[in-house]
């Protein structure tokens, strides 16, 4: 059990390298190009989102005296998960960022700064609602549902 979660390790490696590369790419491009990029690169966030499904299912079959450990890594995977889609919906607004000031100027700044809140708030939101989404699917397994 714990060489299949070997094996998703490496295919999780190999896919999150891939899109902190794409990742550094995108608000350098514009267009059709970049357009493509951005869909790729949410294609394999997608991959990598199902990769951490199936080693929280392998870490669960594992025996208990192991799956502490198997849990951490998994816990640190999915942070780092986190912040390569945070850093992706940044990425995928800096060149608008960018057209917008040349646009509107000065008073692009504090709009700048409102979006970069919004976001965050938006980033708190989803991770609290997954949190709640784990804590509901624990209670349904328990039977406390």
Not at 4 to 10: A, I, L, S
Not at 81 to 107: P, T, W
Not at 108 to 133: G, K, V
């Amino acid at each position: 059990m714990s060489s299949d979660f070997e094996t998703y390790e490496q295919d999780f490696g190999t896919i999150t390298a891939e899109v902190t590369n794409k990742i550094g790419k995108i608000p350098k491009l514009s267009g059709e190009e970049k357009t493509q990029l951005v869909l790729n690169v949410d294609k394999q966030l997608e991959e990598v989102r199902e990769l951490l499904e199936q080693m929280d299912l392998e870490v669960r079959e594992i025996p208990i005296q192991s799956r502490a450990m198997y849990n951490s890594r998994l816990k640190s995977y999915k942070q780092e998960v986190e912040k390569l889609e945070k850093d992706f919906k940044r990425s995928r607004i800096a060149f608008s960022d960018e057209v917008r000031n040349e646009l509107l100027g000065d008073d692009a700044i504090s709009s700048e700064s409102q979006r970069a809140h919004l976001l965050d708030n938006t980033e708190r939101l989803e991770r609290s609602s997954r949190r709640l989404e784990a804590g509901y699917q624990i209670a349904v397994e328990t039977g406390l549902h």
